[in-house]
């Protein structure tokens, strides 16, 4: 079985386009609870461009179900 690699706490596109040419398989976004920052907010508008195959995870612990939803909602997260 194939190793997959994850990178977490990705904050800036240029994380990410270093990831990707790296070959990492997956980004995870941290957003311990929500709602999503502006950071994240401003991350998430063009991180598709940047992130060629590798799939995208929001990283959280949020319990409340309304505030889960909503972050969810934001993106289309490949994993949470």
């Not at 992130?51 to 995870?57: C, L, N, R």
Request: charged fraction near 30%; hydrophobic fraction near 40%.
């Amino acid at each position: 079985m194939p190793v997959k690699v994850k990178i977490c706490d990705v904050r800036t596109l240029d994380i990410v386009e270093c990831c990707q040419r790296a070959g990492a398989d997956y980004i995870g976004i941290h957003q311990i609870k929500g709602p999503l920052s502006e950071e994240k907010r401003n991350l998430l508008r063009n991180i598709r461009d940047f992130s060629g195959k590798m799939e995208i995870v929001l990283v959280t612990k949020e319990e409340n179900i309304d505030v889960l939803v909503e972050m969810c909602s934001i993106f289309e997260w490949d994993y949470i």
